[in-house]
């Protein structure tokens, strides 16, 4: 069985300053690994995906993220947040060659001017 | 611009009523998925699909069927709403694997009086 954890289910943080969302997982078996962010009223949008290779992944936005399998977490961080990024992020993780995806609960990030 | 489209992004149905989402893709995707996402539960699978007329249940397909008689489109079928089916339903593609992430649509938030 796959499973998703996310620790925080809000963050709130000041414009300009850094912000990590925290994700960790469980898994037998190798895992890819995917953020997501919702916008209010609309579906949900790849931010950036671990699929092999370099454990630090760049996404869009100026969002990255850092695989670290000995911990099993993924966390997702921004060195300098905007109020645009104000949204919810979703970490999501496809193991075993399985074609479904296990999402966790999501994390509402709030940007404060 | 590739994308998935949902065909109603607000609806309003009676209860007892049967209801019809739609959803369509024009990637070529192999799998479809059925989502819904309600607050504090995040996103629980419905029902997807691998292949034009095949479906599998996903954690919560009771009072829900599909249909995919093609490649690109699959509709959620509720065949006789009730007020706890209201939510925000939506729908996503993938290749084969899903190894590259979902393709999300943008939505239909559904309300059953």
């Known amino acids: 069985a796959q499973s998703v954890t996310q620790l925080d289910s809000q963050v709130p943080v000041f414009e300009e300053a850094p912000v990590e969302l925290r994700c960790n997982y469980s898994s037998s078996v190798s895992v890819y690994l995917f953020w997501y962010v919702q916008y209010p009223n609309q579906g949900l949008q790849l931010l950036l995906k671990y699929l092999s290779g370099s454990t630090l992944v760049k996404g869009i936005n100026g969002f990255e993220a850092e695989f670290n399998k000995s911990q099993t977490s993924f966390h997702l961080r921004k060195p300098s947040v905007h109020i645009s990024d104000t949204a919810e992020y979703f970490c999501a993780l496809n193991s075993g060659g399985y074609q479904k995806v296990t999402f966790g609960i999501g994390t509402k990030l709030q940007v404060i001017p | 611009d590739v994308k998935v489209t949902q065909s109603s992004r607000y609806l309003v149905k009676r209860t007892g009523e049967k209801v019809f989402l739609e959803c369509v893709q024009d990637?070529?995707?192999?799998?479809m998925f059925w989502y819904r996402q309600d607050p504090g539960l995040g996103l629980r699978l419905i029902y997807f699909s691998y292949d034009v007329k095949m479906k599998e249940k996903g954690d919560i397909p009771e009072g829900y069927s599909v249909s995919r008689e093609k490649k690109e489109r699959f509709s959620l079928i509720l065949e006789s709403a009730s007020t706890n089916q209201t939510s925000m339903y939506l729908c996503?593609?993938?290749?084969?694997?899903?190894?590259?992430?979902?393709?999300f649509g943008s939505g239909t938030r559904l309300t059953v009086v």
């Open positions: 990637m070529d995707h192999e799998n």
């Open positions: 996503a593609s993938s290749l084969k694997g899903g190894f590259g992430g979902y393709t």
